[in-house]
């Protein structure tokens, strides 16, 4: 199983007609999870691609400004179930 990333971007999306094309594009890089907080504009995705930069160059293309904030492994907070043993 690969590593899975928790992507966050900073951009706005002003009408669902927005959402609509950032779900498809997200979709094309095979983001699962996406998530918009409208107050903070932020953009959380979960990916298993660790390359941030070929999902910003994507949004840009497809008209969406957006600024790189943090990638998190997010594996790497999960804890190691085969190395537990049972007393």
Do not use: P
Request: proline share 0%; charged share 20%.
């Amino acid at each position: 199983m690969g590593n899975t990333y928790k992507i966050i971007f900073r951009t706005k999306i002003q009408a669902t007609k927005s959402l609509q094309k950032l779900h498809d594009c997200l979709k094309q890089l095979n983001v699962k999870h996406w998530a918009y907080d409208f107050q903070e504009f932020l953009l959380t995705l979960t990916s298993e691609l660790s390359d941030f930069t070929r999902i910003q160059l994507a949004l840009r293309s497809a008209g969406y400004v957006c600024h790189f904030i943090k990638l998190e492994n997010m594996n790497e907070n999960r804890l190691d179930t085969n190395s537990l043993s049972l007393a």
